[in-house]
């Protein structure tokens, strides 16, 4: 089916089975449609051939852990070691009050019934309901043509069936019926990462009175913003760098240089903010206001519940309290604090703390030993935190039963985009993370400096498209153009378009995922049963972007 001989995997299998193999994730399998099948199998694989709870073994992604001073930060109403001790004290209660019900739940369990809880009740919100009801999406994902052909309904019905179930109990916002004023977007370019930015921009941008954008340079969205507030860069602000589980040490970095311009930290933009919309409201004499769950919100008081009644005067004063709060449960050494940080420049996490993030890792923690998963489950035997509480691989929810998805199998990507000869895949190209740096000059001079999509030069050959002529990519759903790169490398009928090209950078403004329908696989609507349940970077309906069908061809001197 792969194209792989037979023997090579037959041999590959016998290397797995034979002794410590561990799999390197990343993120590529997600971004297909039926990725969740790719990442089943591979678990299945590496549970077959006792390959986790081991050192050398398991599966490897981009697990955020350790930090729980970050988590903990939003609860807090002031400064100081007491505070901590006081939700410390309440999530003690709320441990407590879970494992009264349910007295054989692993802290690994309880860790994740609390963040479930927590995101009921809070901000956060699966994108699936904005992009459905606001960007322009609906229309593609009911497109049979383009989906499964194990759908026996429309997306439409799959996803009232999901709601009216209470899957997504206080989660499906903002509905159809609340549209959206102020688009404001920090840390993120949605009009790039965003698959066919053209239906978000054409039916969003129309409903939206103000689209603000922060950040460090004109990205695509800034130049569609009415109003850009620039960000400093990672080095003209002390920083602290992502806690993951393969590092296992918390870095920090320094301001080499100060902010350029007018450009301020996120920190010091939203406390500005805050002092101007409080100032604002009591001018208007407006102190109060509905928020998304009709709950009164108080303007008056805005700048000291920001600023925890000025406790927070800096965003050094919030680093500083992340880790001393990561101290106090448990995931940094006692004495690590920004100080000592800016002394070593890094501190090994020393536990796996109170949280959902660190306790899913489910290994023990030693200062000189390599941070293995799953320990737990499998030198313990603690009860895994799925529907069944065993290493479960078979799903009986009728849904999946339907589709002939109970278990782990091979499916065929659906014709997304439509009946074409060509898939277009994508990757990080070698010089920047997403769109980060894609257009920084000296970088661009480091290769062709303009977005290129990737063709086996046999194929290529048989189009009449040579190497460095511009060639039209289009589908169903949209077209670009750009200049091709011959290489024997890339397979017969795939292409290959290179994560982070800004749309600005392609003729017309039209990039790479105009062609992107950004379909969502109507399985992962499924919700509360068991671990299929939504959590943030978990569980949750996302656009896929790889294996989109398209077509080729070399551009006219007329049409360029």
């Not at 407590?96 to 479930?116: F, H, R, T, Y």
């Not at 103000?210 to 969205?221: C, G, I, L, W």
Request: aromatic share 10%; glycine share 10%.
């Amino acid at each position: 089916m792969c194209g792989v001989p037979a023997g090579v995997i037959g041999g590959l299998a016998r290397l797995v089975a034979g002794g410590r193999s561990k799999i390197l994730e990343g993120f590529n399998a997600p971004k297909y449609y039926h990725g969740d099948l790719m990442e089943r199998s591979m678990c299945l694989l590496l549970g077959l051939t006792a390959n986790w709870g081991r050192p050398g073994t398991g599966i490897q992604g981009l697990a955020l852990a350790g930090l729980d001073g970050f988590f903990l930060f939003p609860m807090k109403t002031r400064r100081g070691v007491d505070e901590t001790a006081r939700i410390l004290d309440g999530i003690d209660g709320a441990i407590a009050a879970i494992k009264e019900q349910d007295p054989d739940a692993s802290d690994e369990i309880v860790g994740n019934q609390l963040l479930q809880m927590a995101v009921v009740s809070g901000t956060s919100t699966p994108p699936v309901f904005f992009n459905y009801h606001h960007c322009g999406y609906r229309e593609s994902w009911n497109n049979p043509e383009w989906s499964d052909p194990s759908m026996t309904r429309s997306f439409d019905e799959y996803l009232n069936d999901a709601v009216q179930r209470g899957w997504w109990g206080g989660l499906t916002r903002p509905g159809a019926g609340v549209e959206p004023q102020v688009l404001f977007t920090v840390g993120t370019n949605p009009l790039r990462r965003s698959r066919g930015p053209g239906p978000a921009a054409g039916e969003l941008w129309p409903k939206l009175e103000k689209v603000v954008a922060v950040d460090f340079r004109m990205s695509t969205t800034a130049l569609h913003a009415d109003i850009v507030l620039p960000a400093a860069m990672q080095y003209e602000r002390p920083n602290l760098q992502y806690a993951v589980t393969f590092t296992f040490h918390l870095g920090f970095s320094e301001a080499a240089v100060e902010p350029r311009g007018e450009a301020k930290t996120e920190w010091e933009i939203f406390r500005l903010l805050a002092e101007k919309v409080q100032e604002k409201a009591a001018e208007e004499d407006v102190v109060e206001y509905l928020d998304g769950r009709r709950q009164p919100r108080r303007l008056d008081g805005l700048v000291d519940a920001f600023t925890s009644s000025g406790s927070f005067e800096a965003e050094e004063d919030v680093i500083d309290e992340w880790v001393r709060d990561s101290v106090e449960c448990g995931t940094l050494p006692v004495g690590t604090s920004l100080e000592s940080l800016r002394r070593d420049g890094s501190v090994r996490f020393s536990g796996l703390g109170i949280f959902a993030p660190g306790l899913s890792v489910a290994g023990e923690v030693s200062p000189d030993k390599v941070l293995t998963a799953y320990t737990w489950h499998v030198e313990q035997g603690v009860p895994f935190p799925t529907l069944t509480r065993r290493a479960q691989f078979y799903i009986d929810h009728p849904w999946f039963m339907e589709a002939d998805e109970a278990l782990p199998r091979h499916k065929e990507p659906p014709k997304a985009g439509g009946d074409h000869p060509f898939v277009l895949t994508s990757g990080h190209s070698r010089w920047t993370v997403h769109s980060i740096a894609m257009g920084n000059k000296v970088l661009l001079e480091t290769h062709r400096g303009q977005p290129l999509v990737i063709l086996n030069e046999t194929e290529a050959t048989g189009r009449n498209i040579a190497d460095g002529e511009q060639v039209r990519v289009w589908n169903d759903h949209g077209s670009f153009q750009a200049m091709a790169r011959l290489t024997r490398r890339v397979r017969p009928g795939q292409l290959i378009v290179y994560n982070g090209f800004e749309p600005h950078q392609f003729p017309d403004w039209e990039g790479g995922n105009e062609v992107e329908p950004g379909m969502v696989k109507w399985l992962h609507l499924v919700s509360r049963y068991g671990h299929l349940r939504y959590l943030p970077f978990g569980w949750q309906p996302v656009p896929a972007d790889r294996a989109v069908f398209v077509d080729v061809s070399k551009v006219s001197k007329m049409e360029s």
